[in-house]
């Protein structure tokens, strides 16, 4: 369905995208992961025909997007970081513009019915989308993306800015459109991909560092090797004690009290579940356990196993 073969974008000397090469099927929802300035929204504009290359070429559905750009681009729905919308429009008026401007031939009172129950923006459909929450904006411009029913579906950082309640509504809603459209979806937050996509892209300083299933980022993330455990007793000698145990690689902590109660990180060995062990022996002192959780790793601590090459996706 979308096809990048060497793409290249330069800026001056500098590289904001240095050859990229990918493939997304038809009914793929992928993550394009990358920490800021690391050439996820570059990309993004060159494949929706924003922006021109350097070189490389972009194909959607088997048209080029710089030969033959009114074909690819009426198959692609695009949410930029910034939707594009206009503020002294009220909400159905906006989508009856961009209706008209994409020169759709459906029946336009039902399909944008259907855009709008889809997008659940009904409630708000008269009203100016400048007093529309942000929430409620971003949910504008994801109605106005799917609008025409394009087959392709990229999202560029949908969620930022957002409450949480908002970012679990955005999640959804995208997980949802995911059934009918091919997505790309934008991100520099680990735990959006996760929550979303089926495969992840990952990109780093304009060159893609990984590409695989989202089922096997657990495994390079190593989780379910670290967690956390607040423990009430003396600091000192709880901390000695957990990292004298068979398995634990490391504890620390930010030495911030809680009453009588520290928190502490614990490092082990994927080999061995430590927590049983750190429970029997916290009890035989007394010193009772107030919570325990587990810890993903950063995004910076992903890279850096992709860089060292210790990743295991290659």
């Known amino acids: 369905m979308v096809e990048i073969k060497n793409l290249v974008r330069r800026f001056g000397n500098k590289y904001a995208v240095d050859d990229i090469s990918f493939e997304i099927q038809r009914g793929e929802i992928v993550g394009f992961l990358g920490p800021n300035g690391a050439g996820k929204s570059t990309t993004m504009n060159m494949i929706t025909g924003y922006i021109s290359p350097t070189s490389g070429a972009v194909t959607i559905d088997g048209k080029d997007i710089f030969d033959e750009p009114t074909e690819a681009k009426k198959k692609i729905g695009f949410l930029p970081e910034q939707p594009p919308l206009y503020m002294d429009m009220t909400v159905w008026e906006y989508l009856s513009f961009v209706f008209d401007l ?14 709008c129950e889809l997008v659940k923006v009904n409630d708000v459909r008269d009203r100016l989308i400048k007093n529309l929450s942000k929430g409620y904006k971003q949910r504008v411009g994801i109605a106005g993306a799917i609008i025409g029913n394009p087959p392709v579906m990229i999202f560029d950082e949908p969620t930022v800015g957002l409450d949480p309640k908002q970012i679990i509504e955005i999640r959804n809603l995208i997980r949802g459109l995911g059934k009918k459209h091919t997505v790309i979806l934008s991100s520099h937050i680990l735990s959006e991909v996760q929550a979303i996509c089926d495969r992840i892209i990952i990109i780093n300083e304009g060159k893609i560092i990984a590409d695989q299933k989202t089922t096997k980022l657990n495994a390079v993330l190593g989780q379910g090797n670290r967690f956390k455990v607040k423990v009430a007793g003396p600091y000192k000698e709880v901390q000695n004690l957990i990292s004298k145990i068979h398995g634990v690689n490391k504890v620390t902590t930010d030495g911030v009290r809680d009453g009588d109660a520290y928190t502490f990180i614990v490092d082990h060995s994927a080999s061995v579940d430590v927590r049983k062990m750190i429970f029997r022996s916290l009890a035989e002192r007394a010193w009772p356990i107030l919570a325990l959780e587990g810890v993903e790793a950063t995004l910076e601590e992903l890279f850096v196993k992709f860089i060292d090459g210790k990743g295991g996706l290659e």
């Open 102 to 115: 994409k020169g759709c031939d459906f029946n336009k009172k039902e399909h944008l019915n259907e855009v």
